[in-house]
């Protein structure tokens, strides 16, 4: 299976700390996504970074990728309250997910 | 875009009735998934297509379950019978030249 699955599975912190998830996976990819969905709603697409990319930044998320551990990180910084929800990496086309890191955010 | 469309956003059923859940993916994108989400599962990918052609079922539980995309702008997912076990929310995705898929708001089923 090409599934991604995120450690840890759950996760909270107070707001503007940073939080880290990782992500580990088990075969190449071309590349790796992460996803953010809140309660309720569909997963919404975070970022991707591409196989031959070590880390990439979009605002507040930095992600790195180790191809040769076969593991991605996901590092949201300054963390606001909106950024409670889960958190799924996909790999493989994206057409698996894993089972996702829950992060909670305390005001 | 209005984005993924599903409906409906809530189906309360008793078991053995037929469901079908329905999604409309965004104009121009060729693929397009069903997904199953529950606690103990988390996010389980069905099925999907690519240009309206089922390539991949292997995820579909049971022949209760089956899927349909009679054209590039509709898709059905029918369960038939219902059982209690099949509660979950069911999300349709579509995907376009780009590797992002777009989720849409998700059918929660609830079979009593």
């Known amino acids: 299976s090409q599934q991604g699955e995120e450690d840890p599975q759950a996760l909270s912190i107070q707001e503007g700390e940073n939080a880290t998830m990782n992500c580990s996976y088990k075969t190449s990819i071309n590349n790796l996504q992460w996803y953010r969905q809140n309660s309720g709603r569909g997963l919404v697409h975070l970022i991707l970074i591409r196989s031959n990319e070590r880390e990439k930044h979009s605002g507040r998320l930095r992600v790195t990728l180790d191809t040769s551990k076969k593991s991605s990180s996901l590092l949201i910084t300054a963390s606001r309250a909106a950024d409670t929800a889960s958190y799924f990496c996909a790999t493989g086309n994206q057409f698996y997910f894993g089972t996702g890191t829950s992060l909670t955010v305390i005001p | 875009d209005a984005g993924v469309i599903q409906s409906p956003r809530h189906e309360v059923t008793e078991m053995g009735q037929e469901v079908t859940l329905r999604c409309k993916p965004i104009s121009g994108h060729d693929y397009l998934f069903w997904y199953r989400q529950t606690m103990m599962r988390g996010l389980e990918l069905l099925i999907y297509?690519?240009?309206?052609?089922?390539?991949?079922d292997s995820g579909m539980p049971e022949d209760r379950f089956s899927a349909k995309m009679p054209n590039a702008s509709f898709s059905t997912l029918k369960i038939q019978p219902s059982e209690p076990r099949d509660s979950a929310v069911y999300f349709c995705?579509?995907?376009?030249?780009?590797?992002?898929?777009?989720f849409g708001p998700g059918t929660r089923l609830t079979v009593l």
């Open positions: 995705a579509s995907r376009g030249s780009s590797d992002t898929q777009y």
């Open positions: 297509f690519n240009n309206n052609v089922p390539i991949d």
